[in-house]
């Protein structure tokens, strides 16, 4: 088992770019998360998925768009990158309550 | 609305002597409570967590913590730290309730350096 996996790894965009981070899972969970992770602010949720075809907003979604269309996958959007989204971003699975396993991770500069 | 207090940024240990760190929260009903670990340049990885039951929950690689309700604090502690014990700890917690979705509430994490 991969277990969580996130594509790319490093990137590095210019204010206005685009870019789309994927998520995969191969542990069959129905929750599927992205978080950003700033120093001293801790892991904050952006959007989440309870399942196949559904999204929700989390704690600072603006900026950002996802897609479930499979549900081992889940989709991290930027349409127009700005330096304050310059951060790293997590994926993780879960089940519902349970512990969610999370992605080695994406360092996204926005220059 | 939920939230979750680690107070220290840092704590320094020696190898050997006991290791904890502190976290606090507050939220509505009886939470489920979580502990992770990063490494540098690396995922999260899941520690213990505690739901219901027996106050003392035991978890991965010697970790333990204790679920305080009246001080709504959930400790982690290990008695004899290691020097690979260095790393980020996150307190997490989830509260109760049908829109929760499993979503966790983290804190902002607290570096742990164990010295030999």
């Known amino acids: 088992n991969a277990g969580v996996t996130q594509t790319p790894k490093f990137r590095v965009l210019k204010t206005g770019q685009s870019m789309t981070l994927l998520c995969a899972q191969d542990?069959?969970?129905?929750?599927m998360y992205w978080y950003r992770q700033d120093p001293g602010m801790g892991l904050r949720l952006i959007h989440y998925s309870v399942g196949e075809g559904t999204t929700a907003k989390g704690e600072v979604p603006d900026g950002y768009n996802v897609s479930r269309l499979k549900k081992q996958n889940f989709l991290l959007g930027l349409e127009s990158a700005a330096p304050s989204q310059t951060s790293v971003y997590f994926c993780?699975?879960?089940?519902?309550?349970?512990?969610?396993?999370f992605g080695p991770g994406t360092r996204l500069t926005v220059l | 609305a939920q939230s979750v207090a680690q107070p220290e940024d840092q704590v320094n240990v020696a190898e050997g002597n006991p290791l904890t760190v502190k976290c606090t929260y507050s939220v509505s009903g009886n939470p489920y409570l979580f502990w992770y670990v990063q490494y540098p340049n690396r995922g999260l990885q899941f520690l213990l967590k505690y739901i219901t039951g027996d106050n003392l929950v035991k978890g991965s690689y010697g970790f333990e913590a204790e679920f305080n309700k009246s001080q709504t604090s959930f400790h982690l502690k290990k008695p004899s730290a290691l020097v690979s014990d260095s790393a980020l700890y996150f307190c997490?917690?989830?509260?109760?309730?049908?829109?929760?979705?499993?979503?966790?509430?983290f804190g902002a994490g607290t570096q742990v350096v164990v010295t030999p």
């Open positions: 542990m069959n969970h129905e929750y």
């Open positions: 993780a699975s879960g089940r519902g309550g349970n512990e969610q396993f």
């Open positions: 997490a917690v989830r509260p109760l309730g049908t829109d929760s979705w499993g979503k966790l509430q």
